[in-house]
């Protein structure tokens, strides 16, 4: 997600990305499958980080913002063991299209446990959906490697694909 936030990368990468859809289109293919593939793994690498060397303490959910989709994330607000208040989203969070029906009225002003990172405390995750995020993180890596498999299939004149 930090490879995006970059504009020294992020907008060459986008340049790419436009070039290609005129030029070769299979080639975007294997842009995205290799986007994605790198922000997964370098996800997944900050998770096991933070499982290994994150700080641990106690948040409260203040309030579930509702994205353009109806996916809910939460605001949490905490403190850090040097004092710091923070007061963010989780660095990384899943939500599920369950979460687009499903109220969490009574989960806020909830206690949960976060786990951040001491030399960045501003990121976080939620210390009790490790496992979810494991899954989604292989989901995500997994289509990945489907997008990427197309556009190297698709370019070595293995598979064709008509735009």
Same mark, same amino acid.
């Not at 340049?15 to 030029?23: A, E, R």
């Not at 109220?103 to 206690?111: F, G, I, L, M, V």
């Given at each position: 997600?930090?490879?995006?936030?970059?504009? %020294?990368?992020? $907008?060459?990468? /986008? *340049? @790419?990305?436009?070039?290609?859809?005129?030029? %070769?289109?299979? $080639?975007?293919? /294997? *842009? @995205?499958?290799?986007?994605?593939?790198?922000?997964?793994?370098?996800?997944?690498? /900050?998770?096991?980080?933070?499982?290994?060397?994150?700080?641990?303490?106690?948040?409260?959910i203040l309030y579930y913002e509702v994205d353009e989709d109806g996916h809910k994330t939460p605001?949490?607000?905490?403190?850090?063991?040097?004092?710091?208040?923070?007061?963010?989203?989780?660095?990384?969070?899943?939500?599920?299209?369950?979460?687009?029906?499903?109220?969490?009225?009574?989960?806020?002003?909830?206690?949960?446990?976060?786990?951040?990172?001491?030399?960045?405390?501003?990121?976080?995750?939620?210390?009790?959906?490790?496992?979810?995020?494991?899954?989604?993180?292989?989901?995500?890596?997994?289509?990945?490697?489907?997008?990427?498999?197309v556009g190297i299939l698709s370019l070595l004149k293995i598979i064709k694909i008509d735009f």
């Open positions: 997600m930090e490879l995006l936030n970059k504009k %020294e990368y992020a $907008i060459p990468i /986008f *340049i @790419l990305f436009v070039f290609f859809m005129f030029y %070769e289109p299979e $080639i975007c293919f /294997f *842009i @995205l499958g290799f986007l994605v593939i790198i922000i997964g793994i370098q996800t997944w690498i /900050f998770m096991v980080g933070i499982q290994k060397n994150g700080i641990e303490s106690v948040g409260k605001t949490i607000e905490f403190k850090t063991k040097n004092g710091i208040q923070i007061k963010k989203k989780p660095y990384y969070y899943a939500s599920t299209d369950l979460s687009k029906i499903r109220t969490y009225k009574n989960r806020t002003k909830e206690s949960i446990s976060v786990l951040y990172d001491k030399k960045n405390p501003e990121k976080f995750i939620i210390g009790n959906e490790n496992s979810f995020n494991y899954f989604s993180l292989v989901f995500i890596i997994l289509v990945g490697i489907i997008f990427l498999s």
